[in-house]
């Protein structure tokens, strides 16, 4: 099973990818309580988009498992998976723990 550590550094690096492509006023900061949606998020709904198929793709490629992150289970969390690195790293996490 993969770590919380893991999978926020799987998550850091989809952050890497997105901020070569930003303007460096807009690079999104690498710490775990980086707001990734919601209230003072630090990224719009296409970036959102973007890092959620890199970290999908990078769990399926180096921990060989699936995981989607945009189904009605991930939606319907009382605390959204999106809110910062460390509830999508714990989110991720539990979906790998359930089998």
Known sequence: MASQAEVIELIYRALRSL????A????????????????DASLDSLSLVSVIVD?????????GRTVSLTDDTAMSQPVSPFSS????ADYIVGQLSRG
Do not use: S
């Open 19 to 22: 901020n070569e492509e930003l």
């Open 55 to 63: 970290v999908e793709t990078a769990v399926a490629d180096e921990l």
């Open 85 to 88: 690195v460390t509830t999508l």
């Open 24 to 39: 460096a006023d807009k690079r999104v900061a690498l710490a775990p309580d980086t707001r990734l949606f919601g209230a």
